[in-house]
């Protein structure tokens, strides 16, 4: 059983910047795929961004890639997402997946408030 554990989130202006991080416990982390979803009010969950094992990265919404990265550091088992130029409907629960053979594991969310 892996343990996710998100942190990062919170109040920012419109326009502003926040980096989401999340911790994985685990002692192959470097073979997990990591997604970040988040979930709006009254919305469902929906894909914001995956990195493979490999490194390779997809966005799900065209609309953040480009204002969205997600990275990740293998040593310190720690997935990123940097959330730049954040737009009042970025507001929502952001959760951290981990997925690796049967493995499909979440963290309990952060949550970003984009608001002036």
């Known amino acids: 059983q892996v343990q996710l554990v998100e942190s990062g989130g919170g109040l920012v202006q419109p326009g502003g910047s926040l980096r989401l991080s999340c911790a994985a416990s685990?002692?192959?982390?470097?073979?997990?795929?990591m997604g970040w979803y988040r979930q709006a009010p009254g919305k469902q969950r929906e894909l914001v961004a995956t990195i493979t094992s490999g490194g390779s990265t997809n966005y799900g919404d065209p609309v953040v890639k480009g204002r969205f990265t997600i990275s990740r550091d293998n040593a310190k088992n720690t997935v990123y997402l940097q959330m730049n130029s954040l737009k009042p409907e970025d507001t929502a629960v952001y959760y951290c997946?981990?997925?690796?053979?049967?493995?499909?594991?979440w963290g309990q969310g952060t949550l970003v408030t984009v608001s002036s």
């Open positions: 997946n981990a997925r690796v053979g049967a493995l499909d594991a």
């Open positions: 685990g002692s192959i982390f470097r073979f997990y795929a």
